[in-house]
Nanobody, 125 residues
Framework: VQLQASGGGLVQAGGSLRLSCAVS????????IGWFRQAPGKEREGVACISAYDGRRVYTDSVKGRFTISRDNAKNTVYLQMDNLTPADTAVYYC???????????????????WGRGTQVTVSS
């Protein structure tokens, strides 16, 4: 099982980035995937998730209307499209999955039991 996040970088405020989470070892149809971020000196927080089975999407309030999570089952990849970025979005972004195949709609970190390495997103003002 592996989760590989990529797509981070440096962007100016107002710009866009698309993060990718390449998944191997389990089927996206049956496992929730979430995106999380951790800024320096802050706790890790949930950003967006896509649930198992019905693909329902959940976003934290600060990114609603700006970020979009999606999945491509054929490529076994989950994306996070980030638009209208602000310096407050600067963080290391991680993708994580629930290997138990449970059905839930939450960004609670405790529900995610497999984590990939992060990718740095830096937004300059």
């Amino acid at each position: 099982v592996q989760l590989q996040a990529s797509g981070g970088g440096l962007v100016q405020a107002g710009g866009s980035l698309r993060l990718s989470c390449a998944v191997s070892g389990f089927n996206l149809d049956y496992h929730a995937i979430g995106w999380f971020r951790q800024a320096p000196g802050k706790e890790r927080e949930g950003v967006a998730c896509i649930s198992a089975y019905d693909g329902r999407r959940v976003y934290t309030d600060s990114v609603k209307g700006r970020f979009t999570i999606s999945r491509d089952n054929a490529k076994n990849t989950v994306y996070l499209q980030m638009d209208n970025l602000t310096p407050a979005d600067t963080a290391v972004y991680y993708c994580a999955g629930d290997l138990n195949g449970r059905s839930f709609y939450t960004l609670d970190l405790g529900n995610y039991n497999f984590w990939g390495r992060g990718t740095q997103v830096t937004v300059s003002s």
